[in-house]
């Protein structure tokens, strides 16, 4: 089981940065995907960046040209580098870990971090 510990979210204001860190518990050799996804108030968790175990890199539309995602393969952390902030990104974000295993992919959850812009 992958475990995740997310850090770095806190109080920013429109169009400053911040980056997100997650820490995971093995390599990422053994990870096909590492995802950042949000979850705002009211809202469904929606994916915004991920990297492939090759480094492949995809941004969800809204987030495109501001947020990036990077990984650091030795201390198995990947970062989510967000700038150009606005109040519509403000949201909890969670960090994902896709497996694919011998019962197929399995997805694992970190707790979550808050991420408030304010206007």
């Known amino acids: 089981q992958v475990q995740l510990v997310e850090s770095g979210g806190g109080l920013v204001q429109a169009g400053g940065s911040l980056t997100l860190s997650c820490a995971a518990s093995e390599s990422f050799l053994s990870i096909n995907t590492m995802n950042w996804y949000r979850q705002a108030p009211g809202s469904r968790r929606e994916l915004v960046a991920s990297?492939?175990?090759?480094?492949?890199?995809d941004y969800a539309d809204s987030v495109k040209d501001r947020f990036f995602i990077s990984r650091d393969d030795a201390k198995n952390t990947v970062f989510l580098q967000m700038n150009s902030l606005e109040a519509e990104d403000t949201a909890v974000y969670y960090c994902?870990?896709?497996?694919?295993?011998?019962?197929?992919?399995?997805?694992?959850w970190g707790q979550g971090t808050a991420v408030t812009v304010s206007s």
């Open positions: 990297i492939s175990r090759v480094g492949t890199t």
């Open positions: 994902n870990a896709r497996r694919l295993e011998s019962s197929g992919y399995l997805d694992y």
